[in-house]
């Protein structure tokens, strides 16, 4: 029989947090990743400035500031019939030390918390190990049964079983839990375009055409996510993609005459969905991320909800793990915590879904023409300090959590 006191199922970036701040305030601390390694095409590779702080405080900025990235500093917006540039939300004016958003390869971002994670003589990862089930015993979960990519099963228990393995997870099944589901008008297709040097930096949105397509400076390519309608993207798909590189080319005129995508195979579709569990928690077991609430693309602050999310279930259960004495008040407590922060931002979410989302789908918004602007971006536009509202809120979400005092180095 194998043990441990806290199993992390999922090696995402909520998952490797809690295990490293874990294993730093001295909890024994089991991390299971049912793929091999970190390579794989994530779309979200935002590390926002509560993370950046997050890796400061555990002095792990130098360690950080080496891997490959860029720095997103401004959320720009082409206006009008010209499509000027305009400036939605400026980092830059927020006074902080880190008032940009980092685009980092996600791989590197967590082989880096792996790392930093093997340095702790309680911490373990384990790749290729698959959770398949909970282990239920008396009304309590003491665990989990996993499978290896060999074929090898087997049981770990654990006194706390935290879930962090996304929407997917198949904790989420439990009818305790209480899934409760948003219709959501959108999904969203993700793909890449070269960018040339002179090329607009930063973020920039634009809904123009029912489109709404935003890009991500990535250096030598941009991160292209193009919104469109709740299951139309195989309609899309019977049209020659050269439609799709047409409309790119007459909406950026920069990317006029650039081979840009050249085929449907290098576009990925991801179905939104916006949910929350009423219940993250039943006795041994605690769910938080994307586990616990699927956060839609909009804003890209998914990433950032969960690793404060972790952050905070480090801090309510690194003590009374570390000293014996976790007690289902202290597992409720995250939930607590980190609740009213999900509500508000799903709840605005879904405001932006239908007063933003929709409108632009159906036409009614369109950046071409400055009568057809929703009343928020005029009045960003003509009130230029309102511009730090939407980058607080992009950086930073609505709360900050802080680390457990001993994780910190």
């Known amino acids: 029989m194998e043990r441990t006191t806290c199993c992390v199922i999922g090696g995402g970036p909520a998952g490797m947090v809690l295990g490293l701040l874990l294993a730093r305030a ?41 891997l490959p990235q860029r720095r997103l500093s401004q959320v720009q917006l082409p206006i009008g019939p010209a499509g000027e540039l305009f400036t939605f939300g400026d980092f830059k004016a927020l006074k902080a030390k880190y008032n940009y958003i980092a685009m980092v390869p996600q791989w590197d971002f ?62 989420r099944e439990m009818p305790e839990l209480g899934l409760q589901d948003f219709p959501t ?49 195989a309609e899309g798909r019977s049209r020659p993609i050269e439609e799709l590189n047409e409309r790119l080319a007459r909406f950026f005129p920069w990317l006029a005459g650039r081979d840009l995508v050249r085929s449907w195979d290098d576009v990925k579709v991801l179905h939104v969905t916006l949910d929350r569990l009423r219940k993250w928690h039943v006795p041994g077991l605690l769910c938080i991320g994307d586990a616990a609430h699927a956060m839609s693309p909009v804003g890209g602050i998914g990433i950032n909800l969960a690793v404060q999310d972790a952050v905070a279930a480090a801090r309510h259960l690194a003590g009374p793990l570390r000293e014996g004495r976790l007690e289902r008040r202290h597992v409720a407590a995250v939930q607590r915590r980190r609740w009213p922060t999900t509500v508000l931002i799903q709840r605005l979410q879904r405001v932006i879904h239908e007063n933003v989302i929709s409108p632009a789908l159906r036409g009614e918004i369109d950046f071409g023409d400055t009568a057809r602007l929703p009343l928020p971006l005029r009045a960003v536009s003509n009130v230029p300090w309102l511009r730090r509202i939407p980058a607080y809120v992009l950086a930073y979400g609505a709360v900050r959590e802080r680390p457990p005092k001993a994780a910190l180095r």
Not at 37 to 60: I, N
């Open 26 to 66: 001295g909890v024994e601390v089991t991390v299971l990743e049912k793929h091999g390694d970190f390579l794989r095409d994530f779309r979200g590779d935002t590390v926002h400035p509560t993370t950046l702080q997050l890796l400061d405080d555990l002095g792990l900025a130098e360690r950080f500031a080496e």
């Open 110 to 171: 967590l082989d880096m918390l792996a790392d930093a994670g093997k340095q702790e003589p309680t911490f373990t990862l384990r790749m290729n190990t698959e959770a398949t089930e909970l282990i239920r015993e008396r009304g309590r979960v003491n665990g989990v049964r996993y499978r290896t990519a060999d074929g090898e099963t087997g049981e770990l228990r654990a006194t706390i079983t935290v879930a962090c393995d996304g929407r997917k997870s198949f904790v």
């Open 185 to 233: 008008p959108m999904d969203v297709r993700w793909f890449r375009v070269p960018r040339q040097t002179g090329d607009p930096a930063g973020g920039i949105g634009l809904i123009r055409e029912r489109t709404f397509t935003a890009m991500f400076d990535r250096g030598d390519y941009f991160q292209v996510a193009s919104i469109i309608g709740k299951g139309t993207d």
